[in-house]
């Protein structure tokens, strides 16, 4: 029998989705499994982008430039303006979800063997898109003591050898929910400028940012204007995961040819994707404030429940949906199964991700898992109240 690749057999299975199996028995046994495991959205979509679904007319479905519609990506432009983030249309590629835009990334700048340094825990498919690029990914721990921010910059400096390529962040944090500060990101910047490296910023939480300082896009930074890559999405800021549409957006003119090149591989992003995705930039100022603060109560609500009950520390995050939370039990991967496997609490249990996934060193995060507030707060309560009782059931309790 032939064999598959080293590459396919190293990639790591999702944090997010590999107790899934066991979610699946649970419903099976007739339990209800609140997912707070993955990031996915539960608000509605635009009006504006529902409607342009209804009303697409086009006989044939058809592709698209592989960069992406012309109109949208001229659109995109006053949108990212309303952020102060100085870009034309050309400099933005239209991918399919953010998800391409870091393949795509990672494909044209990264060689085989070729580092990354990354502040973990990280969104874990970073891993996954760089084993894809036959590039390696090195870690610097951030801790839940001081909130997940930015560790030493010292520490990233330390592990720069020549292969070292680029860094890679995500502003604000997926899974830490961390947004970094301008002191934080004009340390990155001195390091990126001192050392010639890519900047590959992922912020496709930008409207989630939950502070008075402001959040600091990878292009508000001086001096470093041909090494960011910035990487986005619509996935999370309209509730459109399932449209697939992200962007890949930078200033470098090679890197973008490149880029460009990979696109055409794939001939097109998705035709009607886009059309909703440039509809959902009329997404009125009420509808997006609206959500914001959906989010900000969730949040309020879930951390301040999570701090009240016996062991378990949360920070308050600053950005983004999620928190890693330390739990008082001796393996959270072990306990996430065991809430799907052999918990419930009037016939309901919790899908949580374990954070073990979310960090690339070994035996990191063991005590942690990540949650995603992304049900509405009269969930979120019953939650709170499962979670409590797991705890006080869990035999392996610390
Ligand atoms: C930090 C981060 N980047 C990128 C993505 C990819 O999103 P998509 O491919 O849906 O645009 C996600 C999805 O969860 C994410 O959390």
Redesign the pocket.
């Known amino acids: 029998m032939p064999t598959i690749s080293n590459r396919g057999k190293i990639i790591p299975e999702s944090p997010i989705r590999k107790l899934s199996p066991f979610a699946e028995k649970a419903k099976e046994r007739g339990v209800k499994v609140f997912h707070l495991n993955i990031?996915q959205p539960d608000l509605q979509a635009p009006p504006q982008a529902l409607k342009a679904i209804r009303n697409f007319n086009q006989t044939t479905i058809g592709y698209t430039l592989s960069q992406g519609i012309k109109s949208f990506r001229e659109k995109l432009v006053k949108y990212y303006d309303k952020y102060n983030i100085d870009i034309e249309a050309d400099d933005i590629t239209i991918t399919s979800?953010?998800?391409e835009a870091?393949t795509f990334a990672f494909m044209s700048c990264l060689n085989p063997g070729d580092e990354i340094l990354v502040p973990e825990p990280t969104?874990a498919n970073y891993k996954s898109f760089a084993i894809a690029a036959g590039a390696e990914v090195k870690s610097i721990t951030s801790n839940i003591e001081d909130s997940f921010a930015l560790p030493p910059i010292e520490e990233f400096e330390k592990l720069i050898t020549p292969k070292t390529k680029g860094i890679m962040i995500?502003n604000p944090n997926?899974p830490t929910g961390y947004l970094y500060t301008s002191e934080e990101m004009n340390k990155i910047r001195d390091l990126v400028k001192k050392y010639d490296l890519f900047l590959f910023s992922?912020e496709?939480y930008r409207e989630f940012c939950y502070t008075e300082s402001p959040y600091i896009s990878a292009f508000h930074l001086e001096g470093i204007e041909q090494n960011v890559i910035l990487?986005d999405?619509v996935?999370k800021r309209y509730s459109e995961?399932g449209l697939r549409i992200?962007a890949l957006i930078t200033k470098n003119k090679e890197v973008r040819h490149s880029v460009l090149k990979f696109c055409q591989a794939r001939l097109s992003p998705p035709l009607i994707g886009q059309i909703a995705a440039e509809a959902s930039l009329d997404a009125t100022p009420e509808y997006m404030l609206n959500n914001y603060n959906e989010y900000i109560n969730r949040r309020n609500f879930l951390i301040d429940g999570l701090n009240r009950i016996e062991g378990v520390y949360s920070p308050m995050p600053m950005g983004a949906f999620y928190t890693v939370a330390r739990l008082p039990v001796d393996d959270a991967d072990k306990f996430c199964e065991w809430m799907l496997s052999e918990f419930q609490f009037n016939n309901q249990t919790l899908f949580l991700a374990p954070a073990s996934g979310f960090y690339l060193q070994p035996d990191k995060g063991k005590d942690e898992v990540r949650i995603a507030y992304v049900l509405k707060k009269e969930d979120l309560a019953i939650c709170l109240k499962i979670l409590e009782k797991a705890l006080k059931e869990y035999p392996g309790k610390k």
């Open positions: 990031g979800g953010g998800s870091v969104y995500c997926n992922d496709v990487i999405s996935s995961c992200g």
